[in-house]
C-alpha cells in the first residue's frame, strides 16, 4: 500500500504577497521505473538520459514548480498554500491540488492492481481520497491490451482460488487497444497496463493501490495487498470498457469530450485556428499539448507551449485563448466539472443523445 504523493500544503495562513496569476507552465517529475522505456521521448519531446528507463511523467500535481514568470521555482503547492483559492476557483477544499495528471510508458506488463473509492480510503487507510481514473492511449502496439475489470462475474472466494493457483489471468477482462481509446476506470476495478503501451492517466490526487496480482514475480519491495483488495473490489462482470468520444465542432477547433465523472472532465481540443476565448468558468485548467505548438493567451501575457508541455491556467484568469504556431495542435484539457452545466448540457445542445451522453458522463 502506497501513498507516493508528496505532503499536502495545507497552510491557511493569509498570504504573504498576492501570488502573480498567468499560465503557470509546470517541471514535470520524469520518474524511473524498471518496466519504463523511451518513448515518452519520442512521442512526446521528453529529455531522457540514455540510460533512463522512465515510467511516469508526473506533469500536473502540487509538488511540480513553475518554470515561467513571476513565480519561477515556486511549487504550486506553496502557491495553493499562499492563495487556494485564486489557483482553484470554485472546487476549492481547503487547498488541496484535487488532481493528479501523468503520462505513462509501459514496457512491461503493470501488476494488477485496485484502488479505493474515498469512502474505503477513509475507512481502511484513515485518508480522505480514493482514487479513481481514466486512461487515453497515446499510443500501442500491435496486440496491446489493458485490463479493465472481471470478464465473468466473481465472489472473493473464487478470486482466493486462482490467486493460490497463480491464475488470476483466466478470471480478467483483457481489452484490446489503439491510438485514441478511452477507459475509465472507477475505484473497485481490478486493471493493469500491459506492455507496449503509452497513456495518459487523469485521476483523484491520491496513489492508494492495492498490488492484488504481479504475474508470479516475487520482489521484496513489491507486495501484495490481498486482503484490503478484496475489501474493495468489483466483483460483478465488466462490459463497457471503452468510452465512445463525443464532439462539439466550433469554427475554431473541435472539442472531443473524452470522459468526465465528479472527479474530473477530458477533452481534446484539435485546434484549427486561433481561439479567442475559452471560459475557466471560477475554476483551475490543467493544458497539456500533445502535437504542434501553441501559445496560451490571456489579458497579460502569452505563453508558448511545445509538445509534453503542461501547464496549469489558475481560476483567477478567468479565461484564456489558444494560438496555433503549428497545425494540426492538440490539447488535452482537464478540470473538476460541474457535470450538467459544463458537460450534459453542452452535448445535448449540439444533437448528441442521452444515451450517449450517459455512457460518456460516470
Known amino acids: 500500500m502506497t501513498n507516493d504523493q508528496m505532503t499536502n500544503h495545507r497552510t491557511t495562513e493569509s498570504p504573504s504577497h ?15 521505473m524498471v518496466w519504463g522505456g523511451r518513448n515518452l521521448a519520442r512521442l512526446l519531446d521528453k529529455v531522457i538520459a540514455p540510460e533512463q ?20 521555482g515556486a511549487a504550486l503547492g506553496d502557491l495553493l498554500a499562499r492563495d487556494a ?19 505513462i510508458d509501459a514496457q512491461q506488463d503493470l501488476s494488477v492492481q485496485v484502488h479505493p473509492d474515498d469512502a474505503a480510503a477513509q475507512k481502511i487507510e484513515n ?9 487515453y492511449v497515446l499510443n500501442a502496439e500491435p496486440g496491446a491490451c489493458l485490463i479493465h475489470g472481471f470478464k465473468d462475474d466473481v465472489d472473493a472466494a473464487r478470486v482466493k482460488e486462482f490467486l493460490a493457483k497463480n491464475r488470476l489471468q483466466d478470471l480478467l477482462a483483457f481489452v484490446p487497444v489503439q491510438r485514441g481509446d478511452v477507459v475509465f476506470v472507477p475505484a473497485g476495478t481490478v486493471h493493469a497496463i500491459m506492455k507496449g503501451i503509452v497513456l495518459v492517466e487523469i485521476q483523484e490526487n491520491s ?6 496480482y504481479d504475474w508470479g514475480r516475487e520482489d521484496a519491495n513489491r507486495s501484495l495487498h ?37 472527479y474530473f472532465s477530458l477533452e481534446l481540443l484539435d485546434v484549427r485556428a486561433p481561439i479567442e476565448r475559452i471560459a475557466l468558468n471560477d475554476k483551475f485548467n490543467i493544458v497539456s499539448l500533445i502535437e ?7 489579458e497579460s501575457s502569452r505563453v508558448a507551449a511545445a509538445r509534453g508541455q503542461t501547464l496549469v491556467l489558475p481560476a483567477r484568469l478567468g479565461a484564456f485563448g489558444i494560438a496555433p504556431q503549428t497545425t494540426p495542435c492538440k490539447l488535452l484539457r482537464m478540470y473538476v466539472p460541474d457535470l450538467r452545466a459544463e458537460v450534459i448540457e453542452p452535448l445535448t445542445r449540439a ?3 442521452a444515451a450517449d451522453i450517459a455512457r460518456l458522463v460516470r
Open 292 to 298: 504542434g505548438a501553441v501559445e496560451i493567451v490571456c
Open 207 to 212: 496513489d492508494i493501490t492495492y498490488r492484488l
Open 18 to 32: 498576492p501570488i502573480a496569476i498567468y499560465p503557470y507552465l509546470l517541471q514535470p517529475r520524469a520518474r524511473e
Open 53 to 72: 528507463r522512465i515510467g511516469e511523467s508526473w506533469e500536473a500535481w502540487e509538488g511540480c514548480v513553475i518554470e515561467n514568470g513571476a513565480e519561477h
Open 351 to 353: 444533437g448528441h443523445r
Open 226 to 262: 490481498i486482503e484490503p483488495s478484496l475489501r474493495v473490489l468489483n466483483f460483478g462482470r465488466q462490459t463497457d470498457h471503452k468510452i465512445p468520444s463525443l464532439t462539439i465542432r466550433h469554427a475554431e477547433f473541435d472539442q472531443h469530450y473524452l470522459v468526465a465523472c465528479k
Open 127 to 135: 485518508y480522505l481520497f480514493g482514487k479513481t481514473e481514466a486512461w
Open 85 to 103: 483559492a485564486a489557483i482553484l476557483g470554485a472546487p476549492a477544499h481547503g487547498n488541496r491540488f484535487p488532481l493528479l495528471f501523468k503520462f
